[in-house]
């Protein structure tokens, strides 16, 4: 018999179990174990990164949740404010009445309706406002210059 495959050496019949010396049993062993850690490597890999995709999924949703939240809380406010400017808008129509601004000055401030005999004529070509001088700036820095004059002299 020519053996083509030392690992598949079987002695005795092939009806019977075949029997395997006792270094090829731990060869054998050795592989199965190893094969069985390389598949718990595997499972435990896959299961990380399938925790990691779905920690990432999860913080991008909670992201876009948020964004919708600011967004919501946004239009409400733009809301309000074009509806308080609407507001704003028809008081604003209410005081530019003439008569209405007549009627609070009569009524509430007690203003009378000027006379033609009460009108004073103002010339506004003049300048009736006298401009200040400095003379406050100007007796301030003589005194410091006095001072100055009397402590080189000393």
């Known amino acids: 018999m020519i053996v083509m495959n030392e690992d598949k050496i079987v002695n005795g ?12 049993r731990i060869v054998k062993r050795k592989r199965t174990n190893k094969n069985k850690v390389r598949n718990k490597l595997r ?10 995709i ?18 919501n809380s946004t239009q409400n406010r733009i809301e309000n404010l074009n509806t308080e400017n609407g ?5 604003l129509v209410k005081y530019n009445n003439l008569q209405y601004i007549e009627d609070n ?9 000027p006379s033609k005999a009460s009108v004073v004529y103002v010339d506004l070509n003049k300048s009736i406002v006298k401009q200040e001088t400095s003379d406050k700036n100007n007796k301030k820095f003589n005194t410091v210059l006095n001072k100055l004059k009397q402590f080189k002299w000393r």
């Open 13 to 24: 019949n092939n009806a019977i179990q075949p029997e395997y010396t006792e270094e090829k």
């Open 43 to 52: 499972v435990i890999r896959n299961i990380g990164i399938i925790f990691i």
């Open 54 to 71: 779905g920690i990432i999924l999860i913080s991008r949703y909670s992201a876009i949740y948020n964004m919708q939240m600011e967004l």
């Open 87 to 91: 507001n704003l808008m028809v008081e």
């Open 105 to 113: 000055a009569i009524n509430k401030l007690h203003m009378i309706q």
